[in-house]
C-alpha cells in the first residue's frame, strides 16, 4: 500500500473527521511553540480543508495567532 492510498482510504472513511498532516509545516504553528495536536485543531477549525495552506489561509492562521497569543 502507498502513502496516498492510505491518505485516501483514511478520508473516505473519516471524511470530515480527518485531517490532512501536510497543512501544519505550512503553518509555522509549531515554530511558535504550539503543540501539534493544537495546530492542526486550529487548522482543521480556522481554514478548514487538504493540501498546503495558501497565501490567504496563511492570513486567517496569522491574524488569529496575532489575537489570541501574547
Not at 23 to 38: A, E, K, N, Y
Not at 43 to 64: A, R, T, W, Y
Request: charged share 20%; hydrophobic share 45%; net charge negative.
Amino acid at each position: 500500500m502507498t502513502s496516498n492510498y492510505n491518505n485516501d482510504l483514511i478520508t473516505q472513511v473519516f471524511q470530515s473527521l480527518s485531517i490532512d498532516k501536510k497543512r501544519l509545516p505550512s503553518s509555522g504553528l509549531t515554530t511558535l511553540g504550539i503543540p501539534s495536536f493544537v495546530a492542526e485543531w486550529l487548522l482543521d477549525k480556522i481554514v478548514p480543508g487538504m493540501g498546503v495552506l495558501d497565501n490567504l489561509e496563511l492570513d486567517k492562521i496569522n491574524s488569529f495567532v496575532q489575537k489570541a497569543i501574547i
